[in-house]
């Protein structure tokens, strides 16, 4: 059974920084492109960053680029989002979600999702 | 930025069919996704690359692509099949991607 097990959130002060950690197993992590997103309390999704599944390429959604930097563990099957001068719009919910592979074949997409860490910035 | 554009909400009554659309300029090249959220927990996706279903998503969850638009269709809509839909995609480069602004589906 795939399962993605986050921690890591909590409540920090405008500024400050806090590192997310994302646990995976049930699946092969290193196979896969890894995602974090985010929903901030009664609104939608929002892609926040990707990385590849050698840790090569990462990219980010415009409103995190120089504050947040994920990364991944694939020795650990491990997902990591740090980060730093942390504003009062980042509050969310953050999921870690997963691609998929079959085989030789892997789709894009988010397929498996944890159930996501609750990240309050506030003072 | 890149954008992908749903109506806030759609209705059905019990039984019907329910279309929710979704558009943006990448759509004629980009592959649309679309998830389902319900209350407090975590997306699940029911369409993938336009018009496929994952294993376990029931045949009433269907998907499909025109141009800028992407459309999941939902045939023979029930109460549990009420929450939250977004769609998702790439803009036109392929790496960043982006979600729609998502659909409450009441079926009543």
């Known amino acids: 059974e795939v399962q993605l097990v986050e921690s890591g959130g909590g409540l920090v002060q405008p500024g400050g920084s806090l590192r997310l950690s994302c646990a995976a197993s049930?699946?092969?992590?290193?196979?896969?492109?890894m995602s974090w997103v985010r929903q901030a309390p009664g609104k939608g999704l929002e892609w926040v960053a990707n990385?590849?599944?050698?840790?090569?390429?990462?990219y980010y959604v415009d409103s995190v680029k120089g504050r947040f930097t994920i990364s991944r563990d694939n020795a650990k099957s491990s997902l990591f989002l740090q980060m730093n001068s942390l504003r009062a719009e980042d509050t969310a919910v953050y999921f870690c979600?997963?691609?998929?592979?079959?085989?030789?074949?892997?789709?894009?997409?988010?397929?498996?999702w944890g159930q996501g860490t609750l990240v309050t910035v506030s003072s | 930025s890149y954008e992908l554009t749903q109506p806030p909400s759609v209705s059905v009554s019990p039984g019907q069919t329910a279309r929710i659309p979704c558009s943006g300029d990448?759509?004629?090249?980009?592959?649309a996704y679309w998830y389902q959220q319900k209350s407090g927990q975590a997306p699940v996706l029911v369409i993938y690359?336009?018009?496929k279903r994952p294993s376990g998503i029931p045949q009433k969850f269907s998907g499909s692509s025109s141009g800028t638009m992407a459309t999941l269709t939902i045939s023979g809509a029930q109460v549990e099949d009420e929450g939250d839909y977004y769609c998702?995609?790439?803009?036109?480069?392929?790496?960043?991607?982006?979600f729609g602004g998502g659909t409450k589906l009441t079926v009543l």
């Open positions: 990385i590849k599944q050698d840790g090569s390429e990462k």
């Open positions: 049930g699946f092969t992590f290193r196979s896969n492109w």
């Open positions: 690359e336009d018009n």
């Open positions: 998702y995609s790439t803009d036109s480069g392929g790496y960043h991607w982006v």
């Open positions: 979600a997963s691609g998929y592979c079959s085989g030789n074949n892997c789709y894009a997409g988010l397929w498996y």
């Open positions: 990448a759509l004629p090249k980009k592959y």
